[in-house]
């Protein structure tokens, strides 16, 4: 799901963390456990919510149930989110078996009974890296903004270099701000890998295993590439990385190389839509036509 500029979707804010990536279950984006209440709470909303849809779509034309969905009162924060431009976010999957993500849930709910100050600091430290890396994206979406040369000129250079060569490219005020806010945001991500890695080695469950770590690490070496991580409740089902410019080819070909099958697929910029009928349908024909 490669994410770029030009894309208008929005973001829930969930008091737990989001893995950009938070992005792609982001992947988007958590492990739905709000306060260590969460996985029967969404499974309960989930099917009510359902069970109001079926109601309301025998009674009322679907534009009409989809508008009632999307401003009804949730409880939660909705804000416009996307990655700056010249940014690529690049699922992959790594073909080593899914995890059980109710089963990951319960083992962390077990485990914030168990010990609650030390799962309480855990999920704290977490949220504060995710809302660092929030701030830094969208710091690096105003630069691009109002400084549009001296970013894209960061992120063509930076694309083609290892992350501990970009500070050398700050040749002037500018590009350095833009490189700062690069680093800041891959800081930021680390830490949310460090505290998910914790949670999961407390609850004794994967939740970043050591082979995904490896994986990851290696990702994280290679030329142009921002971001990378477990997205979603975490485990052995998919990987994700930011890559910056057009570098998404330098993690594909080592994706590759060790069995992860890179998900070449792309967002659709105008976010939640009503189609008559399939898209892609539509666009073979028009092509045909």
């Known amino acids: 799901m490669g994410m770029n500029g030009s894309s208008c979707w929005h973001k829930y804010r969930q008091t737990t963390f ?12 958590s492990l739905f456990m709000a306060q260590g209440r969460a996985m029967s709470n969404v499974i309960e909303v989930s099917q009510n919510v359902v069970v109001k849809n079926k109601v309301a779509a025998q009674a009322l034309p679907a534009p009409e149930v989809i508008s009632d969905i999307l401003n ?3 409880d939660h924060e909705r804000t416009e989110f996307s990655l700056p431009p010249l940014m690529t976010l690049l699922p992959g999957e790594p073909g080593t078996g899914g995890s059980s993500t109710p089963s990951m849930v319960g083992a962390v709910k077990k485990w914030q009974k168990s010990d609650p100050q030390k799962s309480l600091d855990t999920w704290r430290r977490l949220s504060e890296a995710n809302s660092q ?67 999961g080695e407390a609850a004794g469950v994967p939740i970043k295993p050591e082979s995904q770590t490896k994986l990851l690490d290696a990702t994280l070496n290679l ?25 998404s080819s330098n993690v594909t070909k080592t994706w590759s190389s060790l069995n992860v099958l890179a998900l070449l697929v792309k967002e659709d910029p105008c976010g939640v839509s009503l189609e008559s009928a399939d898209p892609r349908t539509n666009e073979i024909t028009s092509a045909v036509s």
């Not at 930021?188 to 890998?193: D, F």
């Open 72 to 74: 009804g009162n949730w």
């Open 223 to 247: 030329e142009g590439v921002l971001l990378a991580g477990v997205p979603g409740a975490g485990g052995f089902d998919a990987v994700f990385a930011v890559t910056l410019g057009d570098s």
């Open 133 to 199: 890396l929030e701030i830094q994206l969208n710091f690096l979406s105003k630069l691009a903004k109002e400084q549009w040369d001296a970013y894209k000129s960061v992120i063509d250079s930076c694309s083609k270099l290892r992350s501990e060569k970009w500070i050398e490219q700050a040749s002037e005020p500018n590009k350095e701000a833009v490189i700062k806010a690069l680093l800041g945001a891959k800081e930021a991500m680390l830490g949310i890998r460090y505290h998910m890695r914790l949670m």
């Open 18 to 29: 989001i893995s950009i990536f938070i992005l792609f279950a982001a992947s988007s984006t």
